[in-house]
């Protein structure tokens, strides 16, 4: 039977899909996260307000910067040590290292950042299962890494077109996921009993005079809008972070502020529905 949940912070409704289920589900519950660069950073937040609730999340899949927050807290980083590492990622780095440059070594801060954290290198290595989007550069089409190097995964996840340079996985070229599947909810679909999607790229509705860059900004987020759009429909819930409208992509400097707005947004999302705490 389909249900219908209706919430403040979303800007869409999503429908419960029905499933028949043959054998326990190996995963209750399972989260995947959204792209966003520093709005990437809300997922914190969020998490955090899932961890309060008592709600444990089984499996994490995400693309680009929600790839970059699955790992931390697949790699068992607490939401505490998380917002530590973001404040103490050094903006100018982040953005000098990869605008325009394309340079091969434009994602190693953040490579630099991830190593000094986590000590797994392959993804059998971690406490939770662990799926990241790529966009294949030659086909055209998004894959799911979930086995071998982690790393290599990671930063082809969050390879920005443009801004970084491609990045090679086994001979073959590939960039940011998000490009072509911001929301991958698929590798938790058939396996996890219920399914939690986190967007963090608000379009909402501007008509107001923009500069070149908020324009380049804005065609993005309309992008990213339909991307995601037909992932939503796949998730058992969905929340997006209107809030976040008022944040952009390069804010690095304000992870404190991102977050609450995660935090925030989730709190009151898991008011309003029925997950039992002890999934």
């Known amino acids: 039977m389909k ?34 660069a520093a709005r990437g950073y809300a997922h914190i ?26 790992l931390l807290y697949a790699a068992g980083k607490t939401p505490d040590e998380m917002l530590d590492i ?3 990622i050094k903006k100018r780095r982040v953005i000098s290292a990869g605008r325009l440059s394309l340079r091969k070594k434009g994602l190693d801060y953040m490579e630099q ?35 071998g190097d982690i790393i290599p995964a990671v930063r082809a996840s969050a390879a920005v077109p443009i801004v970084y340079q491609q990045q090679i996985i086994n001979g073959t070229a590939y960039i940011d996921g998000g490009v072509v599947n911001n929301l991958p909810v698929e590798p938790l679909r058939d396996g996890c009993q219920t399914v939690v999607g986190i967007s963090v790229n608000p379009i909402g509705y501007k008509d107001k005079k923009m500069s070149l860059k908020k324009k380049i900004t804005r065609v993005t987020e309309l992008m990213i809008n339909e991307n995601e759009a ?23 400097d304000k992870p404190e502020t991102i977050h609450d707005m ?8 898991l008011l309003q529905l029925d997950i039992p705490s002890h999934i």
């Open 113 to 147: 950042v991830l190593k000094k954290h986590i000590t797994a290198t392959t993804f059998d290595q971690l406490q939770k299962p662990f799926f990241v989007c790529v966009t294949n550069f030659v086909s055209g089409r998004y894959e799911i890494i979930n086995q």
């Open 3 to 36: 249900r219908v949940i209706w919430l403040i912070t979303m800007i869409t409704t999503v429908p419960v899909l029905s499933q028949t289920i043959s054998e326990p589900y190996a995963c209750q519950l399972g989260i995947t996260l959204s792209g966003g």
């Open 45 to 70: 937040g969020v998490l955090r307000a899932f961890e309060e609730s008592g709600i444990q999340i089984d499996y994490i899949s995400g693309s680009s910067m929600g790839a970059i927050i699955g």
């Open 262 to 269: 995660g935090y925030r947004a989730a709190k009151e999302f």
């Open 230 to 252: 037909r992932r939503i429909v796949m998730c058992d819930y969905h929340l997006e972070i209107t809030a976040l409208e008022s944040i952009n992509f390069e804010d690095y």
């Open 86 to 88: 973001a404040k103490s």
